[in-house]
Structures are given as C-alpha cells and as structure tokens.
C-alpha cells in the first residue's frame, strides 16, 4: 500500500512569506502528525490531528497551524516565515488509537529554506 | 529543556561488530520508548520498541535495554552491518499522550566501516 506522501518535497521561500504543506496518510490511517527536524535539535513535535481535530500540540508560536480534512490529509500552514524556520518538516501517520505502539510511518519531508 | 538526549552526535564502528547507541531521559511520566532510524532523503522508519513494565526487548539482530532507575536506554547492533549507516533517532511517549505525540532526541549517526 502507498506511503505517507508529502508535498512539495523543497521550495525555498523569502522572510515575511507564508509556506502551506500538504500530508496524505497511509490510507485508513486517521492520525497525521508534524514533527520538525532541525540540526542538533532533532525531530521537535508540532501537532497532532485525527478525524479533523488537532489532538495534540507542541511548543511552537501561533505561526505554526495545521489542519485535517475528512479524508484524513492534512496541511500545515507556517505564518510570516523566519530564518529560524528552515528545516526539514515531517509528517507522520498512524492507525490513531492510543495504543503505545508508537509506530508512525512517516514521509520523506519538505524541506522548506527561508531566505 | 530536552526530555529525551542523545549525547554522543556520531559512532563510527567497525562491520561484524556491535554497535551501542545511548540514550537518556529526564520525564519519569514517559513509559513507552522507541528507536528509529534514518537515512539521507528518506522519512524515520520506525525500528524497535520497549515498554517500562521490560528491560529488554529483541528483534533479530537489534536489542535495546531499558533501565529505568537511570533513566537510561540503549539499542544495540549485533552484527553492524553497513546497510546500519544511518542516523538513529531514540524517542519516549506517555501514556497520557500516546504515541501520537513522541519527544525525540537530537539523533546519533551510525557509520560501519568495512
């Protein structure tokens, strides 16, 4: 069955810009999480959906929102970009129950430059 | 602050022989741990798991320990293989979140030399 696919896999943007990126989960998975990778930082968590309702949050500023649609894909939208912004955004996708498998199954990324 | 820390940024070990990758933790809520790894342009793949109620959990040539007074959890390689060159992620969740919502460490890179 097909991967978690994220779109665009790199685009490059300006300070001041606003970047929208789109997940589209393994299918039957309703739980679409973002994670952040950044060097040195590792994979930071952004926000969790599932059934169309954001179920779990990170510590990122009100720039950073997310969304999920009814057939479970989801985007997220960063706000008036910053340097700092540049990094590798994971999406993540799982079955959604919780239950600590912790299995996610995640895309390839979008790498996003803010220049 | 970091929940979950991956001190050594980098290992480099010779193939056929084990390769250990630690990690620590500070929230003693956490009781569910991972290890996945990945490689260049490619998303994490998920590797092996523990819950806290273990000490050790394997899956053919990956083990990894848990030792909770310490905080402390390794994976280990035994044979490295150098299709193991990638970077190893280790991650803990709570029961409270799931596994919807992972802390990840900043990750090591496994180099195998041949």
């Known amino acids: 069955k097909a991967g978690v696919t994220q779109t665009p896999r790199y685009l490059i943007k300006t300070r001041g810009q606003q970047v929208t990126l789109s997940c589209s989960p393994i299918?039957?998975?309703?739980?679409v999480s973002w994670y952040q990778q950044t060097p040195g930082q590792g994979l930071q968590f952004l926000f969790e959906?599932?059934?169309?309702?954001?179920?779990n949050k990170g510590n990122f500023p009100g720039r950073f929102s997310g969304r999920q649609f009814s057939n479970s894909r989801s985007e997220m939208n960063v706000s008036t970009l910053e340097l700092g912004d540049s990094a590798l955004y994971l999406c993540?996708?799982?079955?959604?129950?919780?239950?600590?498998?912790?299995?996610?199954?995640f895309g390839e990324g979008s790498r996003l430059t803010v220049l | 602050d970091q929940q979950v820390k991956q001190n050594s940024p980098s290992l480099s070990v010779q193939e056929g022989r084990i390769s250990i990758l630690n990690c620590d933790y500070t929230?003693?809520?956490?009781?569910?741990f991972l290890w996945y790894k990945k490689y260049p342009a490619e998303g994490p793949t998920f590797l092996i798991s523990?819950?806290?109620?273990?000490d050790k959990n394997e899956d053919g040539r990956f083990t990894v320990f848990l030792n909770k007074s310490a905080k402390h959890l390794s994976l280990h390689i035994v044979p490295s293989q150098p299709g193991d060159s990638a970077v190893y992620f280790c991650?803990?969740?709570?029961?409270?979140?799931?596994?919807?919502?992972?802390?990840f460490g900043q990750g090591t890179r496994l180099t195998i030399n041949p």
């Open positions: 929230n003693s809520m956490f009781d569910y």
């Open positions: 993540a996708s799982s079955l959604g129950v919780k239950v600590n498998t912790g299995e996610l199954f």
């Open positions: 299918s039957g998975h309703r739980s």
């Open positions: 523990i819950s806290s109620i273990k």
């Open positions: 991650a803990a969740s709570d029961i409270f979140q799931g596994a919807q919502k992972l802390v």
């Open positions: 959906y599932f059934s169309e309702t954001q179920r």
